[in-house]
């Protein structure tokens, strides 16, 4: 990868990579060192990282990057510690998006994750695998229960907007 | 069963009405029916109570059957079906059919239209602020490329180098050998003059000079073996006798006291002060095998080699692994009493093992 394609790869991909984490951790300031941080690991790899493939490579290392930090601050959290994801009435929502959106902060991380990388990035399981170092079954797994969680949040609520 | 009576007959009714009686029963059972009436009779009661075949017909066997794997899949699991439909996995004729079967269901429909809510849309709002900072200027050198050639040219250096300057034996025992040598041809010369003033008589059986020598060799090798250390005892052990030119017999300079007297003082002084010089004092080579072991490959316990070039060559494959991130591996194996036996070396383009011999 050429220094051309390093700086175009922060055009195109800082953003996405950024809402990605940010949507994951939810802390603005922690999202913003993981992506310097995934930069500057892609800076020292750039020789070894092609630029089709840069993406790819920029979504794992940031996730894995973030995943570490996570464990760092004993932030990492299972599946039974989110309890119930039954919704807290008193809130108000003007819209589904922002349902949605606190949904979302509700399920466990990785299936989180999952359904970030689906959603918003478009990947497929196979590729949502490498990312994360998971393989295609627990991906999809993964994304089963995320997506019947939100259902569930989004059921409750749809009745209050 | 061989026999009928009223105890076991029972057994052989249903037998018979089963078809299960051989001929020769049946015959028997006729004969014992025909002395019974009254259980002829019972046999005639039970053979009527067959029941007439009825035909049943279950109404509802169509829908049992499955006319594709959606169906199955609606009935054991809509939730996932749904899932699958929100994901884009399922074909257009399985969402055609899925989207058909709950056509009638406002339950379903609205179950797969919360599905279809979870899916989420990136917020493009969210951008990263400090883009700026993440670019680069200059140029990316890629050294990776590159190593491979580094890594085989170093081999190949090491390679002569081991080649030209790993002795087959240690320094010092070549040291040893020379100064013996030396020694070995004073003490030669000196004891042939011996022998010719007090034994005029060998002379007499024409024995050549060098056959005397050999001889005095052999004798003065067993007498230092006794006096100093195993290791030069080793080393006189590969020691070959160096011709002795005859010397010219000076009876009046020289008495046989004398000479052995010269023999043993000299010489044994003359090792005991080599030895422990180098005792006190490390040498050049030894100082550099010693640094290049505590402070390169900082393996203090290991055991110290006093091969100088050995431990030079280990330390340039040490700073080549380091540098090209290779494996390339410079080793001694040693035998079972704990001496070097071999160096190996070994890289990814090639690999030797040569035996060395160290005292």
Redesign the interface.
Known sequence: MTVEQYNKSVDLYADAVYRFIVKNINHPDEAKDIVQDTFEKLWIKASDVSFEKVKSYLFSTAYHTMIDKIRKNKRISSVDEYGSLDPLHDNQYSDLSEVLNEAIKKIPDIQRSVILLRDYEGYSYQEIAEITGLNESQVKVYIYRGRMALKKYIGSMEVLI | MTEVNRNNYEVFFMDYLDGNLSSSQEVILQSFLEKNPDLKQELKTFEKLTIPEESFHFEEKQSLKKSSYLNNRLRSNF??LC?AY??GDLTKKEKLLLEASIKNFAEKKS?LK??Q????????S??????K?????????????YYSSIALAASVLILIALYFFIPKTSDKVNQDKVMLSNTQSEIAVKKEVDVQISAPHSIAENKTPAEQTKKIVSTKETRQETKITPRITDSIHSITPLPVRPIKQNKNSLQLADVNTLISNKTLNYFQQEYAQEAEYMNLKSFLAESVNERVLKDNTQEKNNSVWFNIAQWSVHGINRITGSNISLEKEYNQDGEAEKINFHTKFIAFSTPIKEK
């Open positions: 939730d996932e899932i929100t994901e179950t919360k599905y809510h979870t899916k989420m849309q990136a917020d493009t969210v951008i990263f602020p400090e883009k900072k993440l670019k680069k200027s200059g140029i990316i050198i890629s050294l990776k490329k």
